[in-house]
């Protein structure tokens, strides 16, 4: 039985397990809500130290805002009155010739009480936009200071000031260095598919082989809104968590329905709405684990088989996927060669078309030659000078002296 030593007198006595398990619920409650107690007066000394420092800020901000805006005013007020002054000089000298531009006037006039009047809109906005900062500011404090006055009133002290999941992780690490050398028990933040569940629990074996993974979801009532939850609300998402993760195995650790009989009598199988899913109390959490590993651990061979007969499949599946990379590469290669081999033969048709168009039209002008060269070699003075009256008859009297002389000069 426990013991307990008098600090006073050092007396040792015996007390039986549970009023020893109450004195220590005790002192535990008492020192949690000192705690609670001070870092409620914490929060509210801080609270208004920083209400006061944001009214001073404000204040000061209002102060020099308002300064610029006066500034301003003066200054525009200064313009304002030249303006009129310059008005009533135009008017007294030239109001014949000066028409237009007193109109001119009028319409600076004009605006620069417009801008007067922007001028002080704006400061009022600007007013109004930082009373509604600070007031969302304390707002803000004031709702900071209901959330752990709330906290305080739904704290757990069985979780001692913990939460769930700190809870158990802390729970787990305690045996990790003796129970779960191979496992790897951690945060889940991969939130790439939309959603994320706590803790991952998987194990293997010295040789690598995966023989459990598990999917947690801690759910405490503290963790949620005012409206209560039921364990039935987070099944579906944890399911598809285990799913999206590669989990065997889908556990809520949840406070949930304090109230259930069901679930406070222990390890419940939520198989009939989804597989392998389990809801368990806090105190199950070690157990479940514990339960699923050794069972798991009997089937150790047969993973080691079936993790064999993938690597084979998947040694058959890259064989498989080098084939038709090597197809698929050579099926490029091939129509692309087959593509410049039809081009070359087109380039080669064409130039084909062209020669030939080429001989067609050297032939033409050799046979324009040989006519050129037969009317050239038929050629005679005669027909030279037929259609030509003064030649014909210059070569005729020619003629007549030849003949004359026992010669002819010209033949057919």
Do not use: W
Request: charged fraction near 30%; include cysteine; proline fraction near 2%.
């Amino acid at each position: 039985m426990p013991e307990i030593k008098c600090p006073h007198c050092g007396e040792v006595f015996q007390v039986d397990p549970s009023s020893y398990a109450e004195i220590v619920s005790q002192v535990r409650t008492a020192e949690f809500q000192k705690e609670l107690h001070a870092r409620e007066a914490q929060l509210s000394k801080e609270k208004d130290s920083e209400l006061q420092l944001l009214r001073v800020q404000n204040q000061a901000e209002q102060d020099r805002r308002n300064a610029a805006y006066q500034q301003q005013i003066s200054v525009l007020n200064a313009r304002l009155q030249a303006a009129q002054q310059e008005k009533e000089l135009a008017v007294s000298t030239a109001l014949s010739s000066a028409k237009d531009e007193l109109n001119a006037k009028e319409k600076e006039i004009l605006t620069l009480q417009a801008r007067v009047e922007d001028v002080q809109k704006d400061a009022q906005l600007k007013n109004q936009s930082l009373k509604e900062n600070y007031a969302l500011q304390l707002k803000a404090k004031d709702q900071e200071v209901a959330f752990y006055k709330d906290l305080k009133a739904r704290m757990s002290t069985k979780m001692l000031g913990e939460t769930l999941e700190k809870h158990c992780e802390t729970e787990f690490n305690r045996l990790r260095a003796t129970g779960f050398q191979h496992a790897y028990f951690e945060k889940d933040n991969d939130a790439s598919n939309g959603s994320k569940g706590d803790y991952i629990f998987r194990e293997s074996t010295e040789d690598g082989v995966e023989f459990i993974s598990i999917m947690f979801e801690m759910k405490n009532e503290m963790d949620t809104t005012a409206t209560k939850h039921k364990n039935e609300d987070f099944l579906k998402e944890l399911d598809k968590d285990r799913h999206e993760k590669g989990c065997e195995y889908a556990v809520l650790v949840s406070l949930l329905e304090a109230d259930s009989e069901l679930y406070n009598s222990g390890i419940v199988d939520m198989s009939h709405r989804y597989p392998k899913m389990y809801v368990i109390r806090p105190q199950f959490f070690i157990p479940l684990i514990t339960l699923l590993r050794n069972a798991a651990l009997n089937a150790v061979s047969y993973r080691r088989q079936l993790a064999e007969i993938k690597n084979q499949n998947l040694d058959i599946s890259h064989f498989e996927e080098d084939i038709n990379e090597f197809k698929e590469k050579f099926g490029n290669n091939y129509r692309l060669a087959s593509e410049r081999f039809q081009e070359a033969i087109k380039e080669i048709d064409k130039t084909i078309d062209m020669l030939q168009k080429t001989k067609k039209s050297l032939l033409s002008s050799e046979n324009n030659l040989r006519l050129a060269n037969n009317k050239a070699q038929d050629l005679t003075v005669k027909r030279l000078v037929r259609k030509n009256p003064t030649m014909a008859k210059k070569f005729a009297e020619l003629a007549e002296q030849k003949k004359a002389s026992g010669g002819d000069l010209f033949s057919e």
